[in-house]
């Protein structure tokens, strides 16, 4: 209760603070606006440039430009990332861009169009431009984009003295990193050493005699979300990056990895609910009616299959008008099974839990819940149905119905998303579609059959 209550609180300041801001740009009242921006920490600042209209963040933009920094610019959401850019002087961009480390760079450039990022380019030192270039040479969505070239290395041969002094002595390091990544002299990665490690050692002791266990290179072009599951699966804090000769080219490090993890999650909401990948509360009218209106397209052609099954009984709803009211209990109920079973399969395959070889067990424990599920409801909505209309053969109707429907949700919320990614496509993006419809249209003809078969 009493995080909840914290929670509110927070939410409440934050909201004043939104209104103030709003209030001091209205007001074009520069110096109230640094007054109120300044204790903000770069991602609540972002959270106030997503959270305010269009026409306000250009004007608090006018007013605040020279206090954007980089390390703002890569927290701002990429939906609204470009028209902050355009709206910053040339001068504070640029200097934005020099603070961030190269992957931080090529995140935010891959979201801009060709002059911004020819803009962007052309501010960076050479070195940090050359190495921006390389990285945005690899594949999307791969860990040669997910990377920082920004790598502290050591000999193998070396010892823990020599890479403490280097470190000393070394004046541009990362502004964070984790291990001490040791190679060959041909600068392939043969292990690494926490700093903690490092620190605890005694100067004699060779890097080599403390190399952490949990080693594992990475090829540059492998994918984020393959990324991401190592980094989750073998608690991974940073891990080198090599090219196709396994020669080092850069480093991945925990929070890069678990950005791509938070990002993954919200594509497999958003699209399993079918309002596009990319939706976020900054966009404006045209793109949010754009980006849903396929769906509903889609939805509204699914609706049509069951309004045909439904119309192959009219004769059976016109003598029992009763099956009418009742009919969307049964396909209501199979399609919230249906949802449940849909959202537990399509996590567990994104997380690699679901696999080819549990696939079976669970399918028969889903089907097996299913028919527990079937069985408690039918008895629910039978008696119910008795009771309420007087006629035990339509609560045995409506009883048999759910089992049936219950029994389909179960199996489709996990055959399903199991089929479309065996078939390589993705589980959240059409699973929702395919269920939906599933139980519906079954479970109006298991209902209105029974009915015909029992009733009439």
């Known amino acids: 209760m009493a995080e909840n209550l914290a929670v509110m609180d927070e939410d409440e300041v934050h909201a004043d603070r939104v209104a103030a801001i709003l209030d001091a740009v209205e007001a074009e009242d520069a110096a109230r606006i640094t007054e109120l921006m300044e204790p903000l920490h770069a991602a609540d600042i972002a959270d106030v440039l997503e959270q305010i209209g269009s026409g306000a963040r250009r004007a608090l933009l006018a007013l605040w430009s020279g206090e954007i ?88 041969h070396w010892t823990v003295g020599e890479a403490i002094d280097y470190l000393r ?61 190592m980094f989750n699966q073998y608690h991974l804090i940073s891990t080198p990056v090599v090219d196709v000769t396994g020669r080092l080219v850069g480093v991945i490090t925990i929070d890069d990895a678990m950005n791509v993890l938070d990002e993954e999650h919200e594509q497999d909401m958003l699209r399993l609910a079918g309002v596009g990948d990319e939706s976020s509360l900054s966009d404006g009218v045209w793109a949010t009616a754009k980006q849903r209106l396929p769906w509903l397209v889609v939805n509204l052609f699914t609706a049509s299959i069951s309004a045909f099954v439904i119309s192959r009984f009219e004769s059976t709803i016109a003598s029992l008008v009763t099956l009418a009211a009742l009919m969307p209990i049964v396909a209501s109920t199979g399609g919230i099974a249906g949802t449940q079973s849909l959202a537990v399969a399509v996590r567990a395959l994104a997380t690699r839990s679901l696999t080819s070889a549990n696939a079976k067990r669970v399918v028969l424990r889903e089907l097996v819940g299913g028919l527990l599920n079937g069985l408690a409801l039918a008895c629910l909505l039978g008696l119910a149905g008795t009771l309420i209309f007087g006629d035990w053969k339509l609560g045995l109707v409506l009883g048999a119905a759910m089992i049936t429907n219950q029994l389909v949700a179960a199996m489709g919320g996990v055959l399903v998303p199991l089929g479309l990614h065996r078939l390589k496509l993705d589980p959240a993006l059409a699973s929702g579609t395919f269920v939906t419809t599933l139980t519906d249209v079954l479970g109006y003809l298991a209902f209105l059959g029974l009915a015909s078969m029992v009733l009439l």
């Open 69 to 156: 920094d980089g390390e703002i610019l890569s927290e701002i959401d990429e939906s609204i990332r470009e028209e902050v850019i355009e709206s910053l002087p040339h001068s504070v961009v640029a200097e934005a861009m020099r603070e961030l480390d190269t992957d931080d760079v090529v995140d935010i450039l891959e979201d801009l169009d060709l002059p911004q990022q020819g803009l962007i380019l052309d501010a960076l030192e050479d070195v940090d431009r050359i190495a921006v270039q390389q990285a945005m040479g690899y594949p999307e969505e791969s860990a040669g984009r997910l990377m920082q070239r920004e790598v502290v290395v050591a000999p193998e």
């Open 169 to 229: 002595e070394t004046p541009h390091l990362p502004d964070q990193f984790y291990h001490v990544i040791l190679v060959d002299p041909r600068m392939k990665p043969t292990g690494y050493v926490t700093l903690g490690r490092l620190l605890s050692s005694r100067r004699d002791v060779l890097l080599r005699d403390i190399l952490e266990d949990s080693f594992r290179t990475i090829p540059a072009t492998e994918s984020e979300a393959d990324v991401a599951y």
